[in-house]
């Protein structure tokens, strides 16, 4: 039976698109009124994890924690927090893969041990027994593909077992391909990129996303990517006291 506090795991294994936005500020508050406007997911990051996973969880949108690396001390912190998942930047290989895949499961499937009793509460389950038990199959496990070696690599990414969703950073992808950033969206070598992320994804049965900057560009991103992660909250915030100040002065 499906846990209904799952909120972008549902969505995305009945077939549904989702969005997301960063939340780097921090303070659980801001991280609450975000998830208050009707996104899916808010991604989190390192500050006030435990706070703001719970401030998410209880507006019914799923946090993921987007982790600083993939090691066992950092994925194994940032899940026990009861993040409905982890983000993992900078995946270049399979062996990246399967070890964030690893450290991300219980055993049998993984090396991750059991750990504080918080987890269970942003997943609406009772006891941290339940949890353990429900966690390899209800976490999503999602790595980040914004390097020239993440995506000659693809198709042996999307290959490992228990990686649910490829997620393109398109500025560290210009980065890498273009020496620049933000691409202009006409570079074919940046283009084929892209293509090939999203249709190795496909063939291998996995969910794909990308980051955009705008609400024109979510919509546009949504008839493609299972999952759109629409901008962060600093530059939300920048860009309406911009746009309101500039017809405040006229």
Excluded at 21 to 43: C, E, I, P, W
Excluded at 111 to 124: E, S, T, V
Excluded at 142 to 162: P, S
Excluded at 182 to 188: G, Q, S, V
Aim: net charge neutral; charged share 20%; hydrophobic share 45%.
């Amino acid at each position: 039976m499906a846990n209904p506090k799952l909120r972008l795991l549902n969505t995305l294994r009945s077939g549904g698109r989702a969005l997301a936005s960063f939340t780097t500020l921090k303070g659980a508050r801001t991280a609450q009124a975000l998830a208050h406007t009707g996104l899916d997911v808010s991604n989190v990051d390192d500050a006030d994890m435990h706070d703001k996973v719970l401030a998410i969880a209880s507006a019914d949108a799923s946090p993921i924690i987007r982790v600083a690396g993939s090691t066992m001390p950092i994925i194994k912190r940032a899940l026990d927090t009861g993040a409905h998942g982890i983000l993992v930047p900078m995946i270049n290989s399979a062996e990246d893969a399967r070890s964030v895949v690893s450290l991300a499961k219980f055993p049998p499937r993984g090396l991750r041990g059991q750990g504080g009793p918080f987890a269970c509460f942003a997943h609406g389950i009772a006891t941290p027994a339940e949890y353990v038990n429900q966690a390899n199959e209800n976490l999503l496990t999602m790595v980040q593909i914004e390097t020239a070696a993440g995506v000659q690599n693809i198709d042996e990414i999307c290959r490992v077992d228990g990686i649910d969703l490829v997620l393109i950073g398109p500025n560290d992808l210009a980065l890498a391909l273009l020496g620049y950033m933000p691409a202009k969206w006409t570079e074919p070598a940046y283009l084929n990129a892209i293509d090939a992320v999203v249709a190795s994804a496909k063939l291998h049965g996995k969910k794909c996303g990308i980051v955009v900057v705008d609400g024109e560009g979510a919509k546009q991103a949504l008839e493609r990517f299972d999952l759109v992660v629409l901008s962060a909250d600093v530059r939300a915030l920048q860009a309406w006291y911009k746009r309101e100040l500039n017809i405040a002065r006229g």
